[in-house]
């Protein structure tokens, strides 16, 4: 998948990461990942819905998918962070 | 699906929401549902994550979906709120 095709959510405003993957789709991508870490996950998840809900009803959310990401401190300690991709398709 | 089967995430202690799904899973139940709205959602993940990866290697992430659930507020009016369900299984 192309770098593009992936959005990841941090810390903005919600409609950010909404205006980002409806744009995605409206350039004629197929599938765009919404990724996220942490808190953000909340996030990810309403940016997905508000996509699908809001603008692109013909978009699906595909697949989700979650797991472990390890995370090196800044003294060196390794800290455990739990991820999100949902996978987001258009027909075609 | 019984009720109990159902484990609500909301703003305790992640591992006390752990301990119930393990519960469960020691209990002999076969699928366990891991449900959760708005900034819990990211608590959900972190206790799915747990579960599978500290507590219980044979269980999976047999589905993940999302969806916008409708509350009424107090004064009336309605807001929007995502939801997710994990599901999750054991092998029997």
Redesign the interface.
């Known amino acids: 998948m192309a770098e593009d095709n992936v959005i990841y959510v941090g810390n903005k405003g919600v409609m950010s990461y909404v205006l980002a993957v409806v744009t995605q789709f409206n350039q004629g991508t197929e599938e765009v990942e919404v990724k996220a870490r ?5 996030r990810a ?2 940016v ?2 508000i996509v699908k ?1 809001k603008f692109l009803d013909e978009v699906n ?1 595909e697949e ?5 990401e390890e995370l090196e401190n800044d003294d060196g300690s390794e800290s455990k962070v ?1 991820a ?1 991709t ?1 996978r987001m398709t258009a027909p075609q």
């Open positions: 942490g808190k953000s996950i909340s998840v309403d997905a819905e809900n959310i989700i998918s979650t797991k472990t739990s999100i949902i």
